[in-house]
């Protein structure tokens, strides 16, 4: 077997090793397994490492599973969180788990014939039937309440370090999913649970669940990964919008884009390593050459293309660069009226400012009174005639005098106007 191991070390994707792990997999095919928590109907770019390491596994020549978390979603889990997570209705969990087993299927190919094909399950499959008292005498009095007091995800809780306090339905988590390690172990002689950092653990409950539940001979492995963060130590994965999501109706392709070409030097030579399958020698060759012209971010435009083809496709990567040239290009108004409203909604959608009437596009209000007092884009007229007269002030792309007038001749795709102020600053005027 090839070493699997080392190739997520030399990526940076190893935290924690239980020792004879990295023995195990090059013995022999092995499967392993890996949780998605069904928080939302999709997954944010987060949740791209633990699908990417699924993919190096089954490169690997080993077995893949993706477990989508039916019955531990109900519950939530308590690892890195500070307070209690509002429970999920029935319906609501049902159409998350769907959403995330479709998405899970663009990835990994279920319906493969191979020997290590990747397989996909749903944990309430198995924990449907259990009742409460069934799950306390079979699985509860294998562990202690102390090894489970021990876990620094209940400790931080329990002390007040994170949140005030957990309730019963949080602690008894890591039951569930050690059972999840159990069950996968006996029915799949699954070997293996990989995961986050936070979730060492919950993975290792599992392994004790495991040996103590198959058998002091039964053997059970764990690994995980550090948490992703940004070089200034900011939050990863989040934009202007709020999280960077997997499908397309929550981030488009071209937002998802231009997340990774923004994307700072330093964090763009370890996302690189991280986010895409290209060889070592590859990426090397690509931080030297970004080292010696970082102003063309080579990095940034190839790990962008690399990600967004991975998860969007070749042909959504053709488009969302369409529109990121087309966003720095030197376009005029006729440009911009003839685009498409997806096109036009996409690029400028965190722009949209403020509505106003057509009565009051087309009245006696002048342009300075039009920006501060019914747009509020600037924060009075004194600073909005301060911008006109400095000459930093467009509207669809062609500066503005004083005596400047909107109207109707100024609407895009017949309903928005672009305003813009210096090199940094737009908004989108909707015209009702």
Not at 185 to 204: A, F, P, V
Not at 379 to 398: C, D, L, M, Q, Y
Request: charged content about 25%; overall charge negative.
């Amino acid at each position: 077997m090839k070493n699997f191991v080392a190739e997520l070390q030399w990526r940076g994707m190893v935290h924690d090793i239980m020792p004879g792990t990295e023995e195990q997999l090059l013995k022999e095919m092995t499967t392993a397994y890996i949780g998605f928590d069904p928080t939302s109907d999709s997954l944010h770019i987060g949740s791209l490492v633990p699908i990417i390491i699924l993919k190096h596994l089954h490169n690997y020549g080993h077995r893949p599973i993706a477990l989508v978390g039916g019955a531990t979603g109900m519950i939530g889990d308590p690892s890195g969180k500070s307070d209690e997570r509002n429970l999920l209705d029935e319906a609501t969990l049902n159409k998350n788990v769907n959403g995330i087993k479709t998405l899970l299927s663009r990835f990994l190919d279920f319906n493969s014939a191979d020997a290590n094909a990747p397989i996909l399950v749903n944990n309430y499959d198995w924990m449907k039937e259990f009742s409460f008292i069934g799950f306390v005498r079979d699985v509860g009095k294998r562990i202690t309440v102390n090894y489970m007091m021990a876990k620094d995800s209940v400790k931080k809780r329990l002390t007040g370090e994170a949140g005030s306090g957990m309730s019963f339905t949080e602690f008894t988590y890591q039951l569930i999913q050690g059972y999840d390690f159990y069950h996968l172990h006996k029915e799949y002689n699954c070997l293996l649970q990989l995961g986050g950092s936070d979730q060492w653990g919950n993975i290792t409950t599992g392994t004790e669940l495991v040996r103590r539940m198959n058998g002091e001979g039964a053997k059970a492995y764990a690994m995980t990964c550090p948490l992703i963060t940004k070089a200034d130590g900011s939050k990863f994965g989040k934009s202007e919008g709020g999280n960077v999501w997997l499908t397309a109706d929550k981030t488009s392709p071209y937002k998802f884009y231009q997340f990774w070409v923004k994307t700072s030097d330093a964090d763009a030579e370890k996302y690189i390593k991280i986010f895409t399958f290209l060889p070592e020698e590859e990426i090397n060759t690509l931080i030297e050459a970004h080292k010696e012209a970082p102003h063309l971010r080579q990095l940034q435009k190839k790990l962008a293309e690399e990600v967004t083809t991975f998860v969007h496709g070749a042909e959504l990567l053709e488009e969302a660069i369409r529109r990121s040239d087309f966003v720095f290009s030197k376009y005029n108004y006729e440009q911009l009226n003839a685009v498409s409203e997806d096109f036009f909604t996409d690029i400028f959608g965190e722009f949209f400012h403020a509505e106003i009437t057509h009565e009051q596009l087309n009245g006696d209000i002048d342009i300075v009174e039009l920006l501060a007092d019914v747009t509020k884009i600037f924060p009075s007229r004194g600073e909005a005639r301060k911008g006109i007269v400095a000459n930093a002030v467009a509207v669809n792309k062609e500066k503005i005098t004083i005596d400047y007038k909107l109207s109707d001749k100024d609407l895009v795709l017949g309903k928005y106007i672009l305003v813009q102020f210096g090199k940094n600053k737009s908004f989108v005027l909707t015209v009702k």
